[in-house]
């Protein structure tokens, strides 16, 4: 089971959708890095990601790993946001016979997973079809 | 660098082996290759093993492995890049014998997958995507395939039916290797109709939980010549990286890495991919075959299926592809993959491949694959 400082430490990702764009050639990245991919500058702003965009392609999950036992079968899908970043997530609140790829979806904050009855909570974020 | 040469090849029946514990497995494929290559000393050991520590609770392979083979004081390294880790042994162990480091380097893979449940293999395997931001909103291996099968039978219009035709073709081919895992036949129906893992991939679509070791020798051309052994060269090591999370790739169809591993690869060799005679390939899951072909360049990207449904990688066809039965058939115990790959090539074109033969096989390829394509690595052989 890991330390809840390998929980918090990503709280402005999970809760906040924060990533850090390039002050050099603007890429985007989330989680936020200390170096960019596209052109290896060191000097970022943080940005806030788009909170809608459109399915890109999914799945839906029937052998789930263990902390998702209670939760299959469920959808997940690749996201690409307004902004052009493209993140992997729960597709929630539909069924999956409505799920198609180039649906518009948006961000909502959502319970993600939990260890057992009393351990911690992971939220996060997950797709909602609009 | 000097030309390497493969001096000899080991592997046991793979499959689910509760009787053998992981050091016991892998020193069994070590002594045969030691016997195939008539040696009984080496220089150096290198083993690849994806996660020795979360299937066994076992690390610090160097020591245990150099110890049970009975090599000790011999410098020995594990190596670790996902399912890519027997690739990866393998160029470590290539470089070092052509760097004039070693003459005599033994090169394993192993992976003990039995010993935890399914659920605790399945988190294990896990570890090769991208702990907090993939597997943290519950996607498994299988879904992450199964994302990139979505998405490329949307965009080429690849059918569901020819997904299945890869797994069919290799279980055809693993029906006629005897160590293989699952040794038989299967049909399309039986594929459309088992278990949905995660959609559009079902059971039969995935590469299954195996324990196996697989192990061979390497040593200079001219050591090889001077024994008066069959010479297997290794004629080129390439290998290239991706981002770990699917969701970063610009394209989620294309598996970069391995298109940029070929072209290093192709390029040492001084070969194109209409040189090669039977390539093993990464067929974890039944997409991954025909994302992986069509990065090597063997058919044109978005044809995959097609190039499939119209036998052209089966063993009678244009460009035999997982003689061996693949990791489909074979089996799929992680670290070991990439080793075994290059075992079928050595017998290919030692003509020692029984009824699996591909007829005046003279330069073969393996293409081994580390998540879902984070890391790739591609070896050309060539008879001597």
Redesign the interface.
Known sequence: MPTPSRYWREIPQRYRLEAGKCKNCSFIMFPPRLVCPRCQSRVFNTVVLADAGKIVTYTIIRVPPHPFSDQAPYAVGIVELDDGVRLTGQIVDCSFEELKIGQRVKIEFRKVSQEGDAGVIYYGYKFVPE | MREVAVLGVGMNKWGELWEKSLRNIFTEAAILALDDAGIDKIDSLIVGCMSSGLFTGQEHLSSLLADYIGQVPVPAARVESACASGGLALRMGWIEVASGMSDIVLVGGVEKMTDVSG??A??AL?TAADQ?????????F??LY???A??HM?KYGTTREQLAMVAVKNHANGSLNPLAQYPFKISVEAVLNS???????RILDCSPITDGAAALVLCPVEVAKKLKKPVVKIIASGMATD?I????RRE?TWIESTFQAAKKAYAMAGKKPEDIDVVEVHDCFTIAEICVMEALGLVEKGKGGKAVEEGLTALQGKIPINASGGLKAKGHPVGATGVAQAIEITKQLRGEAGPRQVKEARVGMTQNMGGSGGSSIVHIFERG
Do not use: K, W
């Not at chain 2, 907090?132 to 498994?140: M, N, R």
């Not at chain 2, 278990?195 to 991939?201: G, I, K, S, T």
């Open positions: 659920h605790e399945t988190f896990g907090e931001y993939e597997c943290y909103h519950g996607i498994t299988p879904g199964a994302l990139m979505r998405a949307e278990v949905m893992v995660a959609d559009p991939l981002t999370a699917l969701s970063s989620i």
